[in-house]
Protein backbone atom coordinates (compact mmCIF):
# COMPACT_ATOMS: atom_id res chain seq x y z
CA UNK A 1 0.00 0.00 0.00
CA UNK A 2 1.61 3.23 -0.70
CA UNK A 3 0.57 6.16 1.26
CA UNK A 4 -1.13 9.45 0.17
CA UNK A 5 0.20 12.71 -1.34
CA UNK A 6 1.65 10.66 -4.34
CA UNK A 7 0.45 10.56 -8.18
CA UNK A 8 1.64 8.41 -11.21
CA UNK A 9 3.33 10.99 -13.76
CA UNK A 10 5.38 10.60 -16.62
CA UNK A 11 8.72 10.68 -15.83
CA UNK A 12 11.86 11.67 -17.42
CA UNK A 13 13.81 8.46 -16.25
CA UNK A 14 11.34 5.55 -17.51
CA UNK A 15 7.93 5.85 -18.95
CA UNK A 16 6.18 6.67 -15.90
CA UNK A 17 6.74 6.97 -12.36
CA UNK A 18 5.89 7.91 -8.78
CA UNK A 19 5.75 11.92 -7.99
CA UNK A 20 5.22 13.57 -4.49
CA UNK A 21 1.88 16.03 -4.79
CA UNK A 22 2.49 16.95 -1.22
CA UNK A 23 5.57 17.40 1.16
CA UNK A 24 7.14 13.66 2.78
CA UNK A 25 9.38 14.19 5.36
CA UNK A 26 12.02 11.91 6.11
CA UNK A 27 10.83 9.31 8.37
CA UNK A 28 7.64 9.32 6.47
CA UNK A 29 6.71 5.36 5.36
CA UNK A 30 5.88 5.62 2.15
CA UNK A 31 4.73 1.94 1.09
CA UNK A 32 4.75 -1.51 2.58
CA UNK A 33 3.48 -4.98 1.22
CA UNK A 34 -0.05 -5.31 2.30
CA UNK A 35 -2.90 -7.58 2.07
CA UNK A 36 -3.92 -6.21 -1.20
CA UNK A 37 -0.72 -6.57 -2.93
CA UNK A 38 -0.44 -9.38 -5.10
CA UNK A 39 1.78 -12.60 -3.93
CA UNK A 40 2.86 -16.09 -5.95
CA UNK A 41 4.12 -18.16 -3.73
CA UNK A 42 7.79 -19.96 -4.32
CA UNK A 43 5.66 -23.59 -5.89
CA UNK A 44 3.23 -20.94 -7.73
CA UNK A 45 6.31 -19.13 -9.23
CA UNK A 46 7.57 -22.22 -10.34
CA UNK A 47 4.36 -22.89 -12.24
CA UNK A 48 4.22 -19.82 -13.81
CA UNK A 49 4.84 -19.19 -18.03
CA UNK A 50 8.06 -18.00 -18.62
CA UNK A 51 7.17 -14.90 -20.31
CA UNK A 52 4.37 -14.08 -17.32
CA UNK A 53 7.26 -14.41 -14.71
CA UNK A 54 9.33 -12.11 -16.76
CA UNK A 55 6.97 -9.46 -16.95
CA UNK A 56 5.60 -9.76 -13.09
CA UNK A 57 9.44 -9.66 -12.23
CA UNK A 58 10.04 -6.77 -13.72
CA UNK A 59 7.99 -4.55 -11.49
CA UNK A 60 7.43 -7.26 -8.67
CA UNK A 61 9.97 -8.23 -5.83
CA UNK A 62 11.54 -12.11 -5.46
CA UNK A 63 11.53 -12.53 -1.75
CA UNK A 64 13.87 -14.56 0.27
CA UNK A 65 11.44 -17.20 0.14
CA UNK A 66 11.35 -17.67 -3.06
CA UNK A 67 7.74 -16.29 -3.53
CA UNK A 68 7.12 -13.16 -5.49
CA UNK A 69 5.24 -9.95 -4.36
CA UNK A 70 3.80 -7.52 -6.77
CA UNK A 71 2.81 -4.13 -4.92
CA UNK A 72 -0.20 -2.71 -5.12
CA UNK A 73 -1.96 0.61 -5.76
CA UNK A 74 0.72 1.39 -8.14
CA UNK A 75 3.64 1.40 -5.51
CA UNK A 76 5.43 -1.39 -8.56
CA UNK A 77 5.60 1.90 -10.45
CA UNK A 78 8.85 3.09 -8.42
CA UNK A 79 11.84 3.69 -10.22
CA UNK A 80 15.17 3.50 -9.51
CA UNK A 81 17.73 5.88 -8.46
CA UNK A 82 21.23 5.73 -7.34
CA UNK A 83 20.48 8.34 -4.84
CA UNK A 84 17.30 6.97 -4.09
CA UNK A 85 15.07 8.79 -1.79
CA UNK A 86 13.07 5.84 -0.20
CA UNK A 87 15.29 2.91 1.35
CA UNK A 88 14.24 0.10 3.31
CA UNK A 89 17.01 -2.34 3.92
CA UNK A 90 15.94 -4.62 7.36
CA UNK A 91 12.90 -3.07 7.58
CA UNK A 92 9.71 -4.20 5.89
CA UNK A 93 8.45 -0.98 4.41
CA UNK A 94 9.77 1.62 2.36
CA UNK A 95 11.38 4.55 3.92
CA UNK A 96 11.67 8.31 3.25
CA UNK A 97 15.23 9.07 3.79
CA UNK A 98 15.29 12.74 3.24
CA UNK A 99 12.90 15.08 3.00
CA UNK A 100 10.61 15.01 -0.09
CA UNK A 101 9.32 18.35 -2.19
CA UNK A 102 5.84 18.52 -3.79
CA UNK A 103 6.89 17.57 -7.31
CA UNK A 104 9.85 15.47 -6.65
CA UNK A 105 10.27 11.84 -8.26
CA UNK A 106 9.92 9.07 -5.41
CA UNK A 107 13.44 6.28 -5.94
CA UNK A 108 14.88 3.34 -4.68
CA UNK A 109 17.68 1.72 -5.37
CA UNK A 110 16.73 -1.41 -7.30
CA UNK A 111 20.15 -3.01 -6.59
CA UNK A 112 19.07 -3.61 -2.94
CA UNK A 113 17.14 -6.29 -4.73
CA UNK A 114 19.53 -8.95 -3.58
CA UNK A 115 17.15 -11.97 -4.40
CA UNK A 116 16.98 -10.93 -7.85
CA UNK A 117 20.34 -12.40 -8.25
CA UNK A 118 22.35 -11.54 -11.69
CA UNK A 119 19.45 -8.58 -12.76
CA UNK A 120 21.36 -5.04 -14.03
CA UNK A 121 20.48 -2.72 -15.89
CA UNK A 122 21.99 0.63 -17.71
CA UNK A 123 20.79 3.81 -15.63
CA UNK A 124 19.53 6.98 -16.73
CA UNK A 125 18.88 7.85 -13.37
CA UNK A 126 20.98 11.59 -13.94
CA UNK A 127 22.67 11.55 -10.33
CA UNK A 128 26.07 12.69 -9.88
CA UNK A 129 26.69 9.59 -8.26
CA UNK A 130 24.92 7.51 -11.00
CA UNK A 131 27.09 4.14 -10.93
CA UNK A 132 25.97 4.34 -14.36
CA UNK A 133 24.88 0.11 -14.73
CA UNK A 134 22.56 -0.77 -11.76
CA UNK A 135 23.44 -5.17 -10.43
CA UNK A 136 22.18 -6.97 -7.97
CA UNK A 137 25.45 -7.46 -6.88
CA UNK A 138 26.23 -3.84 -5.59
CA UNK A 139 24.16 -4.58 -2.81
CA UNK A 140 27.42 -7.14 -1.41
CA UNK A 141 29.99 -3.41 -1.93
CA UNK A 142 30.39 -2.36 1.31
CA UNK A 143 30.74 0.74 0.33
CA UNK A 144 27.20 1.14 -1.54
CA UNK A 145 25.60 -0.64 1.87
CA UNK A 146 27.40 1.24 4.23
CA UNK A 147 25.81 4.28 2.60
CA UNK A 148 22.12 2.95 2.71
CA UNK A 149 22.24 1.81 6.19
CA UNK A 150 23.73 5.15 7.53
CA UNK A 151 20.74 6.96 5.47
CA UNK A 152 18.23 4.71 7.33
CA UNK A 153 19.07 5.00 10.51
CA UNK A 154 19.34 8.74 10.08
CA UNK A 155 16.09 8.88 8.58
CA UNK A 156 14.78 6.44 12.05
CA UNK A 157 13.92 9.12 14.45
CA UNK A 158 11.56 10.89 11.97
CA UNK A 159 9.41 8.09 11.55
CA UNK A 160 7.96 7.96 15.25
CA UNK A 161 8.12 12.24 14.60
CA UNK A 162 6.14 12.56 11.55
CA UNK A 163 2.74 12.09 10.47
CA UNK A 164 2.05 8.72 9.35
CA UNK A 165 -1.24 8.40 6.92
CA UNK A 166 -0.06 4.80 6.96
CA UNK A 167 0.01 4.21 10.56
CA UNK A 168 -3.12 1.81 11.24
CA UNK A 169 -1.76 -0.73 8.68
CA UNK A 170 1.61 -0.59 9.52
CA UNK A 171 0.62 -0.95 13.22
CA UNK A 172 -0.97 -4.35 12.04
CA UNK A 173 1.35 -5.53 9.63
CA UNK A 174 5.08 -3.99 10.47
CA UNK A 175 6.84 -5.34 13.31
CA UNK A 176 9.93 -2.94 12.80
CA UNK A 177 7.42 -0.20 13.00
CA UNK A 178 5.66 -1.71 16.41
CA UNK A 179 9.14 -1.61 17.88
CA UNK A 180 9.94 2.26 16.60
CA UNK A 181 6.78 2.78 18.45
CA UNK A 182 7.52 1.35 21.02
CA UNK A 183 11.11 3.55 21.29
CA UNK A 184 13.71 2.30 19.09
CA UNK A 185 15.84 4.13 17.22
CA UNK A 186 18.55 1.73 16.03
CA UNK A 187 18.47 -0.49 12.76
CA UNK A 188 20.05 -3.48 14.48
CA UNK A 189 16.79 -3.41 17.17
CA UNK A 190 14.23 -1.85 14.57
CA UNK A 191 15.06 -4.74 12.13
CA UNK A 192 13.10 -8.46 12.05
CA UNK A 193 16.03 -9.22 9.44
CA UNK A 194 13.04 -9.55 6.90
CA UNK A 195 12.63 -7.06 4.32
CA UNK A 196 11.14 -6.80 1.09
CA UNK A 197 14.40 -6.23 -1.09
CA UNK A 198 17.31 -7.02 1.17
CA UNK A 199 16.36 -9.64 3.96
CA UNK A 200 19.85 -10.47 5.10
CA UNK A 201 20.94 -6.99 5.33
CA UNK A 202 21.33 -6.61 9.04
CA UNK A 203 22.17 -9.33 10.74
CA UNK A 204 21.55 -9.25 14.60
ZN1 LIG B 1 -0.48 -3.57 -0.89
ZN1 LIG C 1 22.05 5.94 -11.67
Not at 21 to 36: D, Q
Not at 173 to 188: A, C, H, V
Amino acid sequence: MLTKGIDIRASRTHNVGLFATEELPTGTVIWLPCTKCSRWSKEEVADLPAARFQALDTYGHLLTDGSLLLPCLGAYLMNHSCEANVLDLGLDFGLAVRDIAPGEEITCDYATFVEDGGWSMECHCRSPRCRGRVTTEQGGDPDIKRTWLERIEAALPGVAAVEQPLQDILKELSEPYRRILGGKTDLQQVSTGASVCAPSFVTR
